[in-house]
């Protein structure tokens, strides 16, 4: 059974940043592919981005591409989600996820526990 637990959420102006991580522990880390949704009040829950077992592949939503950097640590079983010029629409809870694919929530095997993160205008 794998864990996540993820960190790094909180309050911020548009325009700033911040960095989620998500520690792994119980699995092979490094045989899972890793993902972060989120989740705003009364919407669906979004894939965000998603990187490979091995970070070679890497996926984000077209909402973030170009403000938003998707990294692994197989070292320390971490990954992470770096957020730079955030917007008000950015805010949500966010997910840290991990399965064989994360392509869709339909098929992710592991979720954390959801970080807020909340960008006020």
């Known amino acids: 059974q794998v864990q996540l637990v993820e960190s790094g959420g909180g309050l911020v102006q548009a325009g700033g940043s911040l960095r989620l991580s998500c520690a792994a522990s119980g699995g092979v880390f490094s045989t899972y592919a890793m993902g972060w949704f989120r989740q705003a009040p009364g919407k669906e829950r979004e894939l965000v981005a998603d990187?490979?077992?091995?970070?070679?592949?890497?996926y984000y939503a077209d909402s973030v591409k170009g403000r938003f950097t998707i990294s692994r640590d197989n070292a320390k079983n971490t990954v992470y989600l770096q957020m730079n010029s955030l917007k008000p629409e950015d805010t949500a809870v966010y997910y840290c996820a991990a399965g064989t694919s994360v392509a869709n929530s339909r098929v992710v095997d592991y979720w954390g526990q959801g970080t807020q993160v909340t960008v006020s205008s």
């Open positions: 990187i490979s077992w091995r970070g070679g592949t890497i």
